[in-house]
Nanobody, 124 residues
Framework: VQLQASGGGLVQAGGSLRLSCAAS????????VGWFSQAPGKEREFVAA????????VYADSVKGRFTISRDSAKSTVYLQMDRLKPEDTAVYYC??????????????????WGQGTLVTVSS
């Protein structure tokens, strides 16, 4: 599965962005899809994950109430709606696909496929 993340950009604090993650073969409905962020000099961190078949959504505490993960199954696309952005949200955001149990969704090891990343910059 080849993943393509897009939608990053420069936004002021308090603003919004919507990231998209599309699969080249249209099979995202078969996978758990997660979003991770990686700020310069830091480790990759879990943001949110979602599963279409069987359900389930998990968010990092730092984004609860501000970010929303959703899917368009017809387009095989997963979105990350990012509202009330903060400067500390500045990072490269990656989407990933895997099939692990929900207990592993916050861990990078749960995902077998990764997109190339899209840069989000939040100015103060």
């Amino acid at each position: 599965v080849q993943l393509q993340a897009s939608g990053g950009g420069l936004v002021q604090a308090g603003g919004s962005l919507r990231l998209s993650c599309a699969a080249s073969d249209g099979t995202l409905s078969n996978y758990v899809v997660g979003w991770f962020s990686q700020a310069p000099g830091k480790e990759r961190e879990f943001v949110a994950a979602n599963r279409w078949i069987g359900g389930g959504t998990v968010y990092a505490d730092s984004v609860k109430g501000r970010f929303t993960i959703s899917r368009d199954s017809a387009k095989s696309t997963v979105y990350l709606q990012m509202d009330r952005l903060k400067p500390e949200d500045t990072a490269v955001y990656y989407c990933a696909a895997g099939r692990g149990p929900i207990s592993t969704w916050s861990q990078t090891r749960a995902y077998n496929y990764w997109g190339q990343g899209t840069l989000v910059t939040v100015s103060s």
